[in-house]
């Protein structure tokens, strides 16, 4: 199975997603894709000889539907059988989720259904929370509300700052999403559960 991967930024995760797709794996990177023709992971990807798609979305303004067809047109010489979202800032709407529905997985920092949106670590540290973590979902048309895939788990530590729980959360990230991947690419839906 070819898979597509969606970043913003550095692309830690597509990182981790393309180190685990190897020999034995059902799937293989088809393409990595950016928003942001400076994302650090598609300098990365071009120097790993993965083949990149920039689809800059300032153009399109507030016309979503123009600027997810033009996702569509990127991906489609890539054929992916699989979209997995990565560090992917931008909001996609149900007319695209729509036909990538059953195919589309996005990784979250929070224990979902907790903390859906922005500043999670922040969110949990005020909330004086004992557990944090991440969690990976199919992708639905509500943000950050589809069937969830795997969930890992860490303690939150009294020292913690937002930026502590970020990085020790991102580190739980990498082991998530290569695991639920090679699960969900093999057609099993069963959710992976971690614990640091
Ligand atoms: C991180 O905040 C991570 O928690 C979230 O996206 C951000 C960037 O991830 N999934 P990456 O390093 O670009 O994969």
């Known amino acids: 199975k070819g ?3 969606f970043v913003s930024g550095g692309g830690s995760n597509m990182r981790a997603l393309v180190a685990d797709m190897v020999e034995d794996h059902p799937a293989r990177p088809a393409v990595v ?4 023709a400076d994302a650090g992971g598609i300098a990365w990807a071009r120097a790993q000889g993965i083949p990149t798609e920039v689809v800059d979305h300032r ?3 507030a016309d979503r539907p123009a600027f997810e067809a033009a996702l569509n047109a990127a991906l489609a010489p890539h054929a992916p059988d ?3 979202l990565a560090g992917f800032m931008r909001i996609l709407t149900a007319g695209f989720i729509d036909g990538w529905a059953g195919r589309m997985l996005n990784i979250h920092p929070s224990l979902l259904p907790k903390y859906k949106g922005l500043h999670t670590h ?3 540290l005020e909330a004086q929370d004992a557990q944090h973590g991440c969690t990976v979902h199919e992708v639905t048309a ?3 509300n589809g069937p969830m895939l795997g969930q890992a788990v860490l303690k939150v530590a009294p020292d913690d700052t937002p930026d502590s729980l970020a ?3 991102l580190t739980l990230e990498h082991r998530l999403y290569p695991a639920v991947l090679r699960r969900f ?6 959710p992976v559960l971690l614990h640091a």
């Open 122 to 124: 922040a969110r949990v």
């Open 167 to 169: 990085a020790r959360v």
């Open 185 to 190: 690419a093999a057609g099993d839906r069963t």
């Open 82 to 84: 699989i979209i997995c």
């Open 33 to 36: 894709l950016s928003n942001n």
């Open 59 to 61: 153009p399109y303004g």
């Open 142 to 144: 509500a943000l950050d």
């Open 3 to 5: 898979v597509a991967i």
